[in-house]
Structure formats: C-alpha cells, structure tokens
C-alpha cells in the first residue's frame, strides 16, 4: 500500500488552489510545412518571411514578394506587399499544418505624416485596436525586412492624432502573440 501512495504521489504535479498558467497545451499539429511543399515563384518575386498564427504562437513561412519590395526597398512599397501576403488566408497546406492569420482584411498600410518620426507606418486602424495575434504578427514580418525597422523598432501609427509607437518582436512576441506586444520608447529628434 505505501508503495502504490509513493507512484502516484511520485508524478511530479503539485496541486494548488490558485489558477496557475501554464501556456498553451501542447498541440499535435507540427506547424511545419512539408519540405516537398515550396513556394511557387516567378522571376520577379523573392521569398519574405511572414509570421502566422499556429499552436499559440508565431512561426515564419515564406511568401513571394515581389522583388522591388525585398530588403532594402522603398518602406511603404515593402509594407504593403507583406500586409498583403500576411493577410492572405492560409493556402491548404499551411492550414493542415496549423497555421491561420490574424490579421484584418481591409486594414491598409500608408504614407507617414510630415511630423511623424523616421520610418513611421501609418495604418488605417489604431495599432492597439488590432487583436494582439494581429498586431504581432504585423510587428514581427516587419522586423524581418530592415527598410521597416528603425532604431531596433517597427514604428507604426494609425488614422487617429495619437503619436506613432515603436513596437518590438521579441523571442517573447514570438511565443505568447496573445500577450499585448509592449511599444518601445521613441526617440525624438
């Protein structure tokens, strides 16, 4: 009988009377595409790392973008090409693997302010009216293109008189988009 007490009581989980997070459950969906599974390109796309939705956090796929909107190319030229393929709805292959988008349909990436600071993306919706999985997401696909980042940061405003913020994607992002991505201070010139 005390050997029977001592397995179950051996199984290492404690209980407790407060909530305690644990992250997300473990999910059996693989969130990787097969390798036989490529992109389809033409000559004057690349391929661009989008971060989508799947088993609670944020996992890079590449999409064709055209060529002019690749690294160093104009911000807004870059930003409206990884909108577009951010919010596109996952082909199959992508949703059997688990992945899924967050981000708006209709929301649309602009020109800057002339009082707006360096590198500041004006959206047609307020950054903190996105749903966090959708504001990190964004954040993220624009961290991985350098004529997008600024000082370390994505620096987005939206339609309304608020000042633009400096968004980070962190290893922390990546993990729990769920979490309120937290802006970076911006510096004023």
Same mark, same amino acid.
Do not use: W
């Given at each position: 009988?005390l050997a029977a007490?001592a397995?179950a009581?051996? /199984?290492?989980?404690?209980?407790t009377?407060?909530?305690v997070d644990?992250?997300?459950?473990?999910?059996?969906?693989? /969130?990787?595409?097969p390798?036989a599974?490529v992109?389809?390109?033409?000559?004057?796309?690349?391929?661009?790392?989008?971060?989508?939705v /799947?088993?609670?956090?944020?996992?890079?796929v590449?999409?064709?973008?055209?060529s002019g909107?690749?690294g160093?190319?104009?911000p807004?030229?870059?930003a409206r090409a990884?909108l577009?393929?951010?919010?596109?709805?996952?082909p199959?292959?992508?949703?059997?693997? =688990?992945?899924?988008?967050?981000v708006?349909? =209709?929301?649309r990436?602009?020109?800057?302010?002339?009082?707006?600071p !360096?590198?500041?993306?004006?959206l047609s919706?307020q950054?903190?009216?996105?749903?966090a999985?959708a504001l990190?997401?964004l954040?993220c696909t624009?961290?991985?293109?350098? !004529?997008?980042?600024?000082? =370390?940061?994505v620096?987005?405003g =939206?339609?309304?008189?608020?000042?633009?913020?400096?968004?980070l994607c962190?290893?922390q992002?990546?993990?729990r988009?769920q979490?309120?991505?937290?802006?970076?201070?911006?510096?004023?010139?």
């Amino acid at each position: 009988m005390l050997a029977a007490v001592a397995l179950a009581s051996g /199984c290492g989980i404690r209980t407790t009377s407060v909530p305690v997070d644990a992250g997300a459950a473990p999910s059996r969906v693989p /969130c990787k595409l097969p390798s036989a599974d490529v992109t389809t390109r033409s000559p004057e796309s690349v391929a661009a790392p989008v971060y989508l939705v /799947c088993a609670s956090q944020l996992v890079t796929v590449d999409r064709p973008v055209p060529s002019g909107a690749a690294g160093g190319a104009d911000p807004l030229v870059a930003a409206r090409a990884l909108l577009h393929q951010v919010q596109q709805a996952p082909p199959e292959t992508e949703r059997r693997a =688990g992945f899924s988008t967050a981000v708006p349909a =209709g929301l649309r990436v602009e020109n800057p302010r002339t009082d707006d600071p !360096a590198g500041t993306l004006r959206l047609s919706s307020q950054p903190e009216d996105l749903s966090a999985e959708a504001l990190a997401q964004l954040v993220c696909t624009y961290a991985e293109n350098e !004529a997008l980042v600024t000082d =370390g940061s994505v620096v987005l405003g =939206g339609p309304g008189t608020y000042p633009p913020r400096g968004y980070l994607c962190t290893s922390q992002t990546k993990s729990r988009p769920q979490d309120v991505t937290t802006p970076d201070v911006l510096k004023r010139d």
